[in-house]
């Protein structure tokens, strides 16, 4: 027992040069020879730089100790990494909007001013869907304080397109509607469910903003899908989540098609002239949120979705109006949803370009 307790403190030493021996051996990644900066930055901290980044990038433990770090931090303090702002009841919410207010409010309104005349002059008609941001509508989940900055620049945003006369669907409120039983946005993830989704679209059909269709379409309900929460890496990883209260997402999608008689959809098919077109970002991009399907039922319209997911709501618009498709077949309708927390983005409208009729 003497012996045991004797040696027992070279355990650890032992241990962790044991691993550290297989580790460079076994796992270790450096850098190749066309990684390696060969200028003078190379001289001034740029090689020592890229070998650290490597090396810890390619440590076997890396990602479950940064899970486990991460879990520990929410479990103890409440908080998560840059990005996400945590609320209450395991309630995500992120970053992006208590991003600060900027003074270019006007100057996007401005150039959605321009982007609507230059529909207007091709005979389209733009219709903007802000999306509020999820502080704005789960604030019970969160600070108000701490909501304050998203829900005024809804505000602004809103009364900004209403003195251009820009057509706006006031979405907020309809998704407000079940607050209550917190269905519009997803608890871990940045999205609107479903369920947001049809309350959406509803509310512009009722609005009077889009002329209903004569379009009579079934419902085909897929199987329920089950997704960890895009705002989850920001705190833990996939596989801790469940154990700091974070349970996968469930949504159940669904897809909608013209019943007997009516027009077939082609949806392989460009855009025609006179089309109702969905422009935006990965609220309709994405097909776990229905939103396309849900503005379907409730205009009674074919709608042509264009919307694209990690662009942010200004680039599809802006290669639309490049496109030969615009200058082609120029549409009847267009829907632009547009998450009001890219108004606060510096790089928005960044790289895009002047927009130029027929371009």
Known sequence: MQFILRHARYALPVAFFTYAAIFNLGYARFPGADEVPTDRTALTGALTA????????????????????????????????????????????????????TDDLDSSLARIARISGQLEAAGARLVIVPVPGKLDVHVAHADAETAKGIATLYDAFLSGLQDRDIPVLDSRDALRVDAARDVAFFRTDTHWTPVGAEHVARALAASGLVEQGETEFGIFTSAPVEFTGDLVSFVTSDRLAPLVGFQPETATPYTVSPKAGGDALDIFAGTEAGATLLIGT?????????????????????????????????????????????????????????PVRYLTDPALWDAQGPVKSGA
Do not use: C
């Open 282 to 338: 990965s609220y309709s991009a994405n097909p776990t949120f229905s939103f396309a399907e849900a503005l379907k039922l409730a205009l009674r319209r074919d709608v042509l979705n264009l919307a694209v997911e990690g662009r942010g709501p200004a680039q599809p618009m802006l290669d639309y109006l490049r496109s030969a498709d615009f200058r082609d077949a120029p549409p009847e309708l267009v829907i632009w949803e547009f």
């Open 50 to 101: 890229k070998l650290d980044e490597t090396y810890r990038k390619s440590l076997p433990h890396r990602d479950g100790a940064i899970g486990m770090m991460g879990a520990l931090r929410y479990l103890a303090v409440g908080e998560g990494r840059k990005g996400v702002v945590t609320g209450t009841d395991g309630w995500l919410f992120t970053a992006e909007e208590v991003r600060p207010l």
